[in-house]
Protein backbone atom coordinates (compact mmCIF):
# COMPACT_ATOMS: atom_id res chain seq x y z
CA UNK A 1 0.00 0.00 0.00
CA UNK A 2 1.66 3.82 -0.84
CA UNK A 3 1.78 6.31 1.25
CA UNK A 4 -1.53 7.95 -0.83
CA UNK A 5 -3.31 5.24 -0.37
CA UNK A 6 -2.77 5.61 3.39
CA UNK A 7 -4.00 9.24 3.03
CA UNK A 8 -6.86 8.17 1.55
CA UNK A 9 -8.01 5.20 3.99
CA UNK A 10 -7.45 7.80 6.90
CA UNK A 11 -9.61 10.66 5.30
CA UNK A 12 -12.29 8.18 4.98
CA UNK A 13 -12.11 6.68 8.58
CA UNK A 14 -12.10 10.43 9.47
CA UNK A 15 -15.34 10.99 7.67
CA UNK A 16 -17.24 7.74 8.78
CA UNK A 17 -16.72 8.59 12.10
CA UNK A 18 -17.29 12.44 12.19
CA UNK A 19 -20.46 11.23 10.41
CA UNK A 20 -21.33 9.01 13.43
CA UNK A 21 -20.08 5.58 12.75
CA UNK A 22 -18.11 4.09 15.58
CA UNK A 23 -17.13 0.74 14.50
CA UNK A 24 -14.65 -0.13 12.30
CA UNK A 25 -13.88 -3.72 10.24
CA UNK A 26 -10.40 -3.85 8.40
CA UNK A 27 -7.84 -6.78 8.40
CA UNK A 28 -4.45 -6.96 8.16
CA UNK A 29 -3.57 -7.65 4.70
CA UNK A 30 -1.60 -5.13 3.65
CA UNK A 31 -2.47 -6.00 -0.29
CA UNK A 32 -6.14 -5.15 0.11
CA UNK A 33 -6.47 -3.09 3.52
CA UNK A 34 -4.18 -0.05 4.98
CA UNK A 35 -4.60 -0.29 8.89
CA UNK A 36 -1.85 2.37 9.44
CA UNK A 37 -4.54 4.74 7.63
CA UNK A 38 -7.47 3.40 9.56
CA UNK A 39 -5.06 4.10 12.90
CA UNK A 40 -4.42 7.44 11.53
CA UNK A 41 -8.13 8.28 10.76
CA UNK A 42 -10.39 6.97 13.82
CA UNK A 43 -7.34 9.19 15.97
CA UNK A 44 -7.84 11.86 14.55
CA UNK A 45 -11.40 11.86 14.82
CA UNK A 46 -11.33 10.76 17.92
CA UNK A 47 -8.66 13.67 19.08
CA UNK A 48 -11.70 16.63 17.48
CA UNK A 49 -14.37 14.69 18.79
CA UNK A 50 -13.25 13.96 22.35
CA UNK A 51 -14.22 10.57 21.89
CA UNK A 52 -12.31 7.87 24.27
CA UNK A 53 -10.50 4.22 22.82
CA UNK A 54 -13.63 2.43 24.08
CA UNK A 55 -15.82 4.55 22.57
CA UNK A 56 -14.38 3.20 18.91
CA UNK A 57 -15.17 -0.27 18.05
CA UNK A 58 -12.00 -1.83 16.15
CA UNK A 59 -12.67 -5.29 14.09
CA UNK A 60 -9.28 -6.88 12.35
CA UNK A 61 -8.41 -9.75 10.79
CA UNK A 62 -5.87 -12.64 11.02
CA UNK A 63 -4.88 -13.59 7.12
CA UNK A 64 -3.92 -16.55 6.17
CA UNK A 65 -0.30 -16.89 3.99
CA UNK A 66 -1.59 -17.41 0.94
CA UNK A 67 -3.85 -14.59 1.21
CA UNK A 68 -0.62 -12.19 1.12
CA UNK A 69 1.77 -10.65 -1.04
CA UNK A 70 5.02 -11.66 -0.20
CA UNK A 71 6.26 -8.43 -0.15
CA UNK A 72 4.03 -6.66 2.39
CA UNK A 73 2.89 -9.92 4.61
CA UNK A 74 3.16 -8.94 8.07
CA UNK A 75 4.89 -12.24 9.22
CA UNK A 76 8.08 -14.26 7.17
CA UNK A 77 6.81 -16.96 5.28
CA UNK A 78 9.08 -19.61 6.79
CA UNK A 79 7.26 -18.92 9.89
CA UNK A 80 5.46 -21.30 12.22
CA UNK A 81 1.36 -20.85 12.13
CA UNK A 82 1.56 -19.47 15.67
CA UNK A 83 4.30 -17.23 15.18
CA UNK A 84 2.24 -15.73 12.13
CA UNK A 85 -0.27 -15.55 14.12
CA UNK A 86 1.66 -13.22 16.83
CA UNK A 87 3.56 -11.51 14.23
CA UNK A 88 -0.13 -9.95 12.57
CA UNK A 89 -1.86 -9.18 15.88
CA UNK A 90 1.22 -6.75 16.96
CA UNK A 91 1.26 -5.54 13.31
CA UNK A 92 -2.69 -4.37 13.39
CA UNK A 93 -1.98 -2.94 17.54
CA UNK A 94 0.85 -1.20 16.01
CA UNK A 95 -0.72 0.33 12.70
CA UNK A 96 -4.31 1.02 14.55
CA UNK A 97 -2.50 2.56 16.95
CA UNK A 98 -4.48 0.78 20.08
CA UNK A 99 -3.28 -1.73 22.74
CA UNK A 100 -5.93 -4.22 21.93
CA UNK A 101 -8.51 -5.35 19.72
CA UNK A 102 -11.83 -5.55 20.03
CA UNK A 103 -13.00 -8.67 17.80
CA UNK A 104 -10.18 -10.67 16.05
CA UNK A 105 -11.17 -12.67 12.69
CA UNK A 106 -9.66 -15.65 11.03
CA UNK A 107 -10.14 -14.11 7.77
CA UNK A 108 -11.14 -17.71 6.09
CA UNK A 109 -10.50 -21.72 6.60
CA UNK A 110 -6.98 -22.86 6.71
CA UNK A 111 -6.44 -25.81 4.41
CA UNK A 112 -5.93 -28.33 7.45
CA UNK A 113 -8.08 -28.21 10.12
CA UNK A 114 -4.69 -28.63 12.55
CA UNK A 115 -3.30 -25.90 10.96
CA UNK A 116 -6.55 -24.60 11.79
CA UNK A 117 -6.52 -25.05 15.50
CA UNK A 118 -2.86 -23.79 15.64
CA UNK A 119 -4.39 -20.54 14.38
CA UNK A 120 -7.20 -20.56 16.72
CA UNK A 121 -5.29 -21.82 19.64
CA UNK A 122 -3.11 -18.61 19.26
CA UNK A 123 -5.83 -16.81 18.75
CA UNK A 124 -7.15 -17.65 21.80
CA UNK A 125 -4.39 -16.95 24.42
CA UNK A 126 -4.66 -13.35 22.97
CA UNK A 127 -7.69 -13.06 24.60
CA UNK A 128 -6.11 -14.65 27.87
CA UNK A 129 -3.74 -11.54 27.29
CA UNK A 130 -6.23 -9.17 27.40
CA UNK A 131 -4.88 -8.35 23.54
CA UNK A 132 -8.14 -9.17 21.71
CA UNK A 133 -11.50 -8.94 23.39
CA UNK A 134 -13.34 -11.36 21.19
CA UNK A 135 -12.79 -14.26 18.26
CA UNK A 136 -14.43 -15.15 15.51
CA UNK A 137 -14.67 -16.46 11.55
CA UNK A 138 -15.36 -14.96 8.05
CA UNK A 139 -15.57 -17.08 5.17
CA UNK A 140 -16.75 -20.08 6.55
CA UNK A 141 -19.82 -21.22 4.25
CA UNK A 142 -20.39 -24.88 5.11
CA UNK A 143 -22.73 -25.45 8.54
CA UNK A 144 -20.78 -28.02 9.44
CA UNK A 145 -17.31 -26.46 9.79
CA UNK A 146 -19.16 -23.93 11.52
CA UNK A 147 -20.40 -26.56 13.75
CA UNK A 148 -16.95 -28.48 14.13
CA UNK A 149 -15.61 -24.75 15.41
CA UNK A 150 -17.82 -23.97 17.98
CA UNK A 151 -17.90 -27.51 18.80
CA UNK A 152 -14.17 -27.54 19.66
CA UNK A 153 -13.25 -23.92 20.60
CA UNK A 154 -12.15 -23.13 24.46
CA UNK A 155 -12.95 -19.77 23.54
CA UNK A 156 -16.05 -19.72 21.38
CA UNK A 157 -16.75 -17.50 17.80
CA UNK A 158 -18.79 -14.43 18.50
CA UNK A 159 -18.75 -13.55 15.22
CA UNK A 160 -19.77 -15.15 11.80
CA UNK A 161 -18.78 -12.52 8.50
CA UNK A 162 -19.67 -13.54 5.67
CA UNK A 163 -20.90 -12.21 2.32
CA UNK A 164 -24.71 -12.25 2.16
CA UNK A 165 -26.04 -14.30 -1.48
CA UNK A 166 -27.81 -16.05 -3.33
CA UNK A 167 -25.21 -18.83 -4.14
CA UNK A 168 -24.39 -19.87 -0.79
CA UNK A 169 -28.07 -19.86 -0.14
CA UNK A 170 -28.05 -16.21 2.07
CA UNK A 171 -26.58 -18.56 4.81
CA UNK A 172 -30.23 -20.36 6.14
CA UNK A 173 -28.41 -23.03 7.68
CA UNK A 174 -25.77 -20.65 9.06
CA UNK A 175 -27.39 -17.75 10.03
CA UNK A 176 -30.38 -20.12 12.27
CA UNK A 177 -27.25 -21.57 13.85
CA UNK A 178 -25.49 -18.41 14.94
CA UNK A 179 -29.07 -17.16 16.13
CA UNK A 180 -28.90 -20.30 18.37
CA UNK A 181 -25.20 -20.03 19.76
CA UNK A 182 -25.43 -16.22 20.02
CA UNK A 183 -23.22 -15.79 17.45
CA UNK A 184 -23.08 -12.18 15.50
CA UNK A 185 -23.91 -13.10 11.76
CA UNK A 186 -21.89 -9.85 9.84
CA UNK A 187 -22.81 -9.60 5.86
CA UNK A 188 -20.19 -8.15 3.51
CA UNK A 189 -21.07 -7.17 -0.24
CA UNK A 190 -24.23 -6.81 0.94
CA UNK A 191 -25.71 -4.59 -1.45
CA UNK A 192 -23.62 -5.44 -4.59
CA UNK A 193 -24.62 -8.94 -3.84
CA UNK A 194 -28.48 -8.34 -3.83
CA UNK A 195 -28.44 -5.18 -6.65
CA UNK A 196 -32.16 -6.65 -7.95
CA UNK A 197 -33.69 -7.58 -4.96
CA UNK A 198 -33.53 -3.92 -3.59
CA UNK A 199 -33.56 -2.81 -6.70
CA UNK A 200 -37.28 -4.12 -7.36
CA UNK A 201 -40.02 -2.19 -8.16
CA UNK A 202 -42.03 -3.40 -5.00
CA UNK A 203 -38.86 -2.66 -2.60
CA UNK A 204 -38.25 0.92 -3.82
CA UNK A 205 -42.13 1.70 -3.41
CA UNK A 206 -42.20 0.39 0.14
CA UNK A 207 -38.42 2.46 0.19
CA UNK A 208 -40.01 5.81 -1.15
CA UNK A 209 -42.99 5.43 1.14
CA UNK A 210 -41.05 4.97 4.15
CA UNK A 211 -38.34 8.10 3.40
CA UNK A 212 -35.89 5.65 3.18
CA UNK A 213 -33.63 4.94 0.00
CA UNK A 214 -33.71 1.14 -1.50
CA UNK A 215 -30.56 0.47 0.20
CA UNK A 216 -31.11 2.21 3.33
CA UNK A 217 -34.61 -0.51 3.32
CA UNK A 218 -32.62 -3.42 2.24
CA UNK A 219 -30.05 -2.80 5.25
CA UNK A 220 -33.04 -1.75 7.85
CA UNK A 221 -34.55 -5.84 6.30
CA UNK A 222 -30.68 -7.31 6.89
CA UNK A 223 -31.27 -6.25 10.98
CA UNK A 224 -34.46 -6.82 11.01
CA UNK A 225 -33.57 -10.59 10.09
CA UNK A 226 -31.08 -10.60 12.56
CA UNK A 227 -27.80 -9.37 10.37
CA UNK A 228 -25.25 -6.75 10.87
CA UNK A 229 -24.29 -5.70 7.70
CA UNK A 230 -21.20 -3.90 7.04
CA UNK A 231 -20.79 -0.77 4.83
CA UNK A 232 -18.04 0.38 2.75
CA UNK A 233 -18.54 3.03 1.04
CA UNK A 234 -16.60 6.21 -0.21
CA UNK A 235 -19.10 8.27 -0.49
CA UNK A 236 -20.10 11.10 2.38
CA UNK A 237 -24.23 11.51 1.09
CA UNK A 238 -24.17 7.39 1.38
CA UNK A 239 -22.45 7.92 5.08
CA UNK A 240 -25.06 10.01 6.06
CA UNK A 241 -27.79 8.44 4.70
CA UNK A 242 -27.07 5.32 7.10
CA UNK A 243 -26.58 7.39 9.98
CA UNK A 244 -30.11 8.69 9.02
CA UNK A 245 -30.67 4.96 8.73
CA UNK A 246 -29.54 4.41 12.32
CA UNK A 247 -30.31 6.84 14.28
CA UNK A 248 -34.08 6.32 13.10
CA UNK A 249 -33.80 2.81 14.54
CA UNK A 250 -32.03 3.86 17.70
CA UNK A 251 -35.05 6.49 18.35
CA UNK A 252 -37.35 3.32 18.55
CA UNK A 253 -39.04 3.44 15.23
CA UNK A 254 -39.99 0.02 13.75
CA UNK A 255 -38.63 0.63 9.73
CA UNK A 256 -41.51 -2.38 9.37
CA UNK A 257 -44.73 -2.20 10.47
CA UNK A 258 -45.34 -5.98 9.86
CA UNK A 259 -44.12 -9.53 8.33
CA UNK A 260 -46.31 -8.30 5.36
CA UNK A 261 -43.62 -5.47 4.97
CA UNK A 262 -40.63 -7.61 5.37
CA UNK A 263 -41.95 -10.46 3.00
CA UNK A 264 -41.92 -7.73 0.70
CA UNK A 265 -38.16 -7.81 0.66
CA UNK A 266 -38.45 -11.43 1.34
CA UNK A 267 -40.50 -12.17 -2.26
CA UNK A 268 -37.88 -9.55 -4.15
CA UNK A 269 -34.97 -11.71 -2.69
CA UNK A 270 -36.81 -14.59 -3.82
CA UNK A 271 -37.97 -13.48 -6.86
CA UNK A 272 -34.31 -13.00 -8.60
CA UNK A 273 -34.25 -16.94 -7.79
CA UNK A 274 -32.17 -16.70 -4.28
CA UNK A 275 -34.64 -16.85 -1.57
CA UNK A 276 -38.15 -17.65 -0.35
CA UNK A 277 -40.48 -15.72 2.13
CA UNK A 278 -40.34 -18.80 4.67
CA UNK A 279 -36.65 -18.81 4.57
CA UNK A 280 -35.82 -14.95 5.69
Request: proline share 3%; aromatic share 10%; hydrophobic share 40%.
Amino acid sequence: MTEESKLVTADLVHKAIQSGFRHIDTACQPRHYNEAGVGDGWTKAARELNLRREDIWIQTKYTAINAHDPISRPYPGDAMHEDRVRASLQHSLEMLQTNYIDSLLMHAPEAEWDDHWKVWRTMESAVDEGKVHQLGISNFYKLEDLRRVYEHARIKPRVLQNSFHGKSGHDVGIRAFCKEHDIEYQSFFTLSSNLEAFRHLDAVELAHAKGLTPEELFFAFCMAIGISPLVGTTNGVYMEDDMHLMNRIRSGEQMFADTKELAIIGNALGSAGWMTVDEF
